[in-house]
């Protein structure tokens, strides 16, 4: 009996041993299997944050960047010369080994200097070629097209020359400006008239692309007024006006003794001629568009006139204009160097290229952008001042009053640098 029991109980022994370890393998099978799966989750979550951080219009050897530019509309010179200043800087950052490795890549939508144009470029640029971000566009209507499109995006637009104050006020994250400030000039010629003219009772005109371009170069002008103590003489025009003799008739019947024309330089001079062939004589002064080889179109007529400028001079012989002119005669496009503009496109690519080696080789948009608002005291080489912030859009701040040499076809500053006497953020 004894040996019965002893043997019964060896064999709930052995059924007990047999349990244990099948649950044991159970459930070492099972942390192996949930072990499995957490490896799983940890390499497909890695490879996630991988693709994550892979910022569109980056790849391990190129930066593609984008670009509308009037190639074929009323502004169409000012696009073959944005599109040659980019072809430019991209050569020489490729040629000195990219940045961080990769080369830079360009695409360019033509948008016809039209509005409705700009959204679809734009657009294209963004949605079906998806560049990293859009650089060195200009023209105040097509500008303020896409302005709620770039913030809805958070592409950088770096940077754009459009003149509107609207274009930095208030700032917005990703778009960045650098041109001359229709109501800085308005200001300035304002200044320059009362302070260093010294005029008795001028009667001061304004004639203008009835645009937001225009419009914004009113508000400067009217902000003066308040300050000096005169009416302004308006005459606008529509985008794409040739004949400007209604606007002379007009300001001449007003006695404008100082005009301020804001527009593109061909229409300045055609501007010249009609007060020629009128008999009006005032002094002009051009926005910094006319600061241009198209200005002398209009020949003698230009000669003594002022104009408003934010950079630097080819006849200045800076060292900023000598890098230009290698550059360029390089590329077999000596004959865009006598477009005193270049700098207004150029200087902004100075600074993106140290902004995205500043950034290392993890170039992303927000990396980007907090790179350009740190550039300080940046130096362009003598072609103008150019400077960022965290809440500061606007890059140009100083200028100066040029005049024209019709005989030598060129601007001559007549002032230093100098901010209008009613300073953006304070007005």
């Known amino acids: 009996m004894r040996e019965g029991r002893l043997a019964s109980r060896a064999g709930d022994e052995a059924v007990y041993e047999s349990c244990r370890r099948r649950q044991k393998e159970g459930i070492m099978k099972k942390l192996r299997t949930l072990v499995g799966i957490v490896m799983i989750c940890f390499v497909f979550g890695a490879l996630g944050a991988g693709i994550a951080r892979a910022e569109v219009g980056v790849t391990k050897d190129t930066i593609l960047l984008g670009t509308f530019q009037d190639l074929s509309g009323p502004a169409a010179y ?106 800085d000039q308005g200001i300035l010629m304002a200044d320059y008239v009362f302070k260093d003219l010294k005029a008795r009772d001028p009667k001061i005109g304004l004639c203008y692309q009835d645009d937001e371009w225009g419009k914004d170069a009113l508000d400067g002008m009217e902000m003066a ?136 080789k993890n170039l992303t948009r927000e990396r980007l952008i907090n790179a350009i608002e740190k550039t300080k005291n940046f130096d362009t080489g003598g072609l103008g001042k150019i400077e960022f912030g965290p809440n500061m859009r606007k890059g140009a701040h100083y200028y100066r009053i040029l005049r024209a040499d019709a005989s030598k076809k060129i601007f001559v500053p007549v002032t230093g640098w100098r901010q209008p006497s009613l300073v953006w953020g304070k007005r």
Not at 138 to 167: L, R
Not at 253 to 264: I, K, S
């Open 78 to 183: 000012l696009g073959k010369l944005a599109t040659g200043v980019l072809q430019v800087w991209m050569k020489d950052v490729n040629d000195k080994g990219g940045i961080h490795g990769r080369k830079l890549k360009l695409v360019v939508e033509d948008n016809k200097y039209d509005p409705v144009l700009t959204k679809t470029a734009f657009t294209k640029l963004v949605d079906q070629h998806k560049v990293f971000m859009i650089v060195s566009v200009y023209g105040s209507t097509p500008c303020t097209a896409i302005m709620p499109d770039i913030q809805a995006k958070k592409i950088p637009v770096y940077t754009t020359a459009a003149a509107v104050q609207t274009m930095f006020d208030p700032p917005q994250r990703y778009l960045f400006w650098y041109a001359c400030n229709g109501q």
């Open 225 to 360: 007024a308040k300050k000096y103590g005169f009416k302004v003489v308006e005459a606008p025009y529509k985008r794409g006006t040739k004949n400007l003799n209604a606007q002379a008739m007009k300001l001449k019947a007003e006695g404008v003794t100082h005009c301020l024309f804001v527009g593109y330089a061909p229409v300045y001079a055609a501007l010249l001629m009609e007060a020629n062939k009128i008999g009006w004589k005032p002094v002009f002064f051009g926005d910094y568009v006319s600061v241009d080889p198209k200005t002398f179109m209009a020949g003698d007529l230009a000669n003594g006139h002022y104009h408003i400028g934010n950079l630097g001079l080819r006849h200045e012989g800076g060292p900023g204009w000598k890098k230009i002119e290698k550059g360029f005669t390089e590329a077999g496009l000596e004959s865009m160097l006598n477009e005193p503009l270049i700098p207004v496109l150029w200087n902004p690519l100075l600074l993106l290229t140290k902004a995205m080696k500043d950034c290392g």
